[in-house]
């Protein structure tokens, strides 16, 4: 298993670079954002060809590959023809003369090992002895199906309400965004655990619940919810809505 592991670090170390040589030469680190989805499903297309691909992991591989597909896809639509984004633009006018450094370090290697860790059940499924469909592969597929519907229609409702001049300016509040400030990020975090769960059934699994636990700690405390919302401080609209609005978890709105 150790080996596998160390040439999906090669893979991803390799590839990483290529990003980083991208971002200095389109000038813009915000390539990460898409570089992202696409790191998954190389690993992926790399297992399936290295390692026999029992129908579970066949389901793993699929699920992992639509995620990162879509989202990579929408960041890319998303960015094409616009600056920078504002968070990857403020390093760069903040790091001066080590910016390059930095940039290759803290954005692109370190997304590499986060995107190793956050994977690392898939790629222990494929070397561990396989399983057969089980009740942990229909509760994971079912959980993953939920997830994927709130990340994939809250991104698309976003989208379709920034497209309004007359929301220029104007939070969201309508859609699955009534019900959770951030439920493309609910989305996510869902389908991360789902996939863990899937591959539960495996020896020793839980040893890679690190996965599901990385990825929520990092929209929830770090890369994600933080630094969206650190945006809109002092914005009176925003402040009602976050009182009023669950952070994460779609809830009914609270009354203040």
């Given at each position: ?34 570089a ?9 297309v ?30 890319y ?15 760069r ?31 222990h ?7 057969s ?32 001049p ?31 769960i ?59």
């Amino acid at each position: 298993m150790l080996t596998v592991f160390i040439q999906c670090f090669i893979i991803i170390f390799i590839y990483t670079g290529i990003w980083f040589a991208v971002a200095v030469y389109k000038k813009r680190n915000d390539v990460a954002d898409i570089a992202w989805g696409i790191g998954y499903i190389l690993l992926c297309v790399f297992l399936f060809i290295s390692h026999p691909a029992s129908p579970v992991l066949l389901a793993l591989y699929t699920l992992v590959t639509a995620w990162g597909l879509r989202l990579s896809l929408h960041i890319y639509t998303r960015n094409k023809n616009k600056a920078e984004d504002y968070r990857y633009k403020a390093w760069r006018d903040e790091w001066g003369k080590y910016f390059y450094l930095r940039s290759y370090l803290q954005v692109f290697l370190l997304q590499g090992i986060f995107l190793l860790i956050i994977i690392s059940p898939v790629i222990h499924a494929a070397v561990a002895p396989a399983v057969s469909w089980n009740i942990f592969t229909w509760i994971g597929l079912c959980c993953w199906m939920i997830g994927f519907y709130f990340q994939a229609v809250a991104d698309w409702q976003l989208v379709v309400f920034k497209k309004n001049p007359n929301n220029k300016g104007v939070i969201i509040q309508t859609g699955l965004w009534k019900y959770s400030r951030h439920p493309n990020y609910f989305g996510e975090i869902l389908m991360w655990w789902s996939i863990f769960i899937i591959t539960i059934p495996y020896t020793n699994s839980f040893y890679f619940i690190v996965s599901p636990l990385t990825i929520t700690l990092l929209l929830v405390f770090i890369s994600g919810i933080p630094m969206l919302e650190k945006k809109y401080k002092g914005n009176a609209a925003f402040e009602d809505y976050k009182k009023r609005t669950s952070a994460l978890i779609p809830m009914p709105r609270r009354k203040v």
